[in-house]
């Protein structure tokens, strides 16, 4: 995804040791994806990324797609609790948090959110291990005609660390 993307805004680099790309925390820095009819994952869903976090200090979107709606984002916020959310095509929306073990600063990570649409479960993964998961509707997820946004958003602080890896399976 990142060769076909574009970096908005200012306070970004390229980790040249591991292969990732940095990020300040800097308002409006994020990478964008123009939409395209593969982004929107309608059934079942993974998202993949290796991340690593310099601090915690406010919600930050690892990866959403915009629009009118956000079918799919995954999200850590200012605790380091991760969120997987999803917009269902009947208006409907469904989450995740990871409560129960957050994230810290400084360390990487392994994140892997997994929506079945057959059976409506979803599972947020952290370094392999099953971290939370619950059952929940089985509808069609939403489309967008909205950018895939990596990072952070328009108007809202990017992550401050280095995103590594980013895949997304449907």
Same mark, same amino acid.
């Given at each position: 995804?990142?060769g076909?993307? &574009? ?10 040791t %591991?292969?990732?790309?940095t ?7 994020? $990478? ?6 593969t ?5 079942s #869903? ?7 976090? %310099?601090?915690?200090a ?21 605790d380091?609790? $991760? ?6 095509s ?8 990871? &409560?129960?073990t ?6 990487r990570y ?7 649409q057959? &059976?409506? #479960?979803m ?8 971290n ?10 939403d ?8 990072g ?9 660390g &280095?995103?590594?890896?980013l895949?997304?399976?449907h």
């Amino acid at each position: 995804l990142f060769g076909s993307g &574009t970096i908005n805004g200012s306070g970004s680099g390229w980790d040249t040791t %591991d292969y990732g790309v940095t990020m300040d925390g800097t308002t409006g820095l994020y $990478i964008s994806v123009e939409d395209d009819s593969t982004l929107d994952l309608t059934n079942s #869903i993974s998202l993949c990324v290796d991340i690593k976090l %310099d601090t915690l200090a406010a919600q930050h979107h690892i990866i959403r797609k915009h629009g009118t709606t956000a079918p799919y984002r995954l999200t850590i916020e200012s605790d380091g609790d $991760i969120t997987f959310a999803v917009d269902d095509s009947v208006g409907g929306e469904e989450t995740v948090a990871t &409560t129960d073990t957050p994230i810290s600063a400084g360390t990487r990570y392994n994140i892997v959110a997994v929506r079945n649409q057959g &059976t409506g #479960i979803m599972s947020i993964y952290v370094d392999g291990v099953l971290n939370t998961s619950t059952t929940n509707s089985t509808n069609a997820l939403d489309t967008s005609t909205g950018e895939l946004e990596i990072g952070g958003k328009t108007g809202v602080a990017s992550i401050d660390g &280095t995103i590594y890896r980013l895949a997304l399976y449907h």
